[in-house]
């Protein structure tokens, strides 16, 4: 059968990583399996913890500890590294994804349909579209990737995105943080492998629930966006 693996980076989500988890475990995807792929970056609220115990009783999951904190990119190629999935999807920790959406993503990649399906918060009018600067945020920076890579995406910057572990085995990436999400969407379309879109459901926190994407990463996401245009 064929198995999905679940990347999960992990920084002070304190609790939160455990709700993630069952929510991850309960989503119905047979006849494909699951591989569960935890990263904590060196968390300093005692998620570190509460992971190491978490090991210690589940040694089907695969958990892996960071020395330092790394960022959200350097989590990610941890967690690559230790996928064995015949597909691969980016699980944020912080709840504001629905894992239940994983079936509607992985059906083009099943039936052969597409390399990579993108799960987009904009394809249909979001309930909550969160903090208006980061929604204005979000849009801008897609509008400004597809101008770079000729993609016509709606959600550049979703955590949704889901592809064949070959394809992502073809892929060098190399940015620490969030500037993962515009150079991975790059690095596909310069390989010219098929992108979809699925509409997906979100429920946006604020930072004063933990949200931890800075204004800088705005700055560093336009950077990206130039230094990795058309594939570079």
């Not at 679940?6 to 455990?18: A, K, M, Q």
Request: proline share 5%; hydrophobic share 40%; glycine share 8%.
């Amino acid at each position: 059968m064929p198995t999905l693996s679940v990347v999960i980076p992990v920084y002070n989500e304190f609790n939160t990583w455990r709700t993630l988890v069952e929510r991850v475990e309960a989503v119905e995807l047979a006849p494909v399996q699951r591989q569960l792929i935890l990263i904590d970056d060196c968390s300093s609220d005692g998620t570190t913890g509460q992971l190491k115990e978490f090991a210690t009783r589940r040694p089907d999951v695969t958990v892996k500890f960071h020395a330092v904190n790394g960022g959200k990119g350097a989590a990610l190629r941890t967690g690559f590294s230790a996928a064995a999935g015949d597909f691969v999807v980016v699980q944020d920790a912080d709840l504001e994804y629905d894992p239940q959406d994983y079936p509607k993503l992985l059906e083009p990649l099943l039936e052969g349909q597409a390399d990579a399906v993108f799960g987009s918060r904009f394809l249909v009018a979001p309930a909550d579209k969160g903090c208006w600067r980061n929604y204005v945020a979000n849009r801008t920076l897609t509008r400004l990737s597809n101008l770079m890579t000729g993609l016509k995406l709606t959600d550049m910057e979703t955590c949704y995105k889901m592809l064949r572990r070959d394809v992502l085995s073809r892929l060098k990436l190399e940015q620490d943080r969030f500037g993962f999400e515009p150079e991975i969407t790059a690095k596909l379309a310069g390989l010219g492998v098929r992108i979809i879109e699925r509409p997906i459901r979100y429920m946006p926190r604020t930072a004063q629930e933990g949200k931890k994407i800075k204004a800088k990463d705005g700055f560093n996401a336009v950077a990206c966006i130039w230094k990795y245009r058309k594939g570079k």
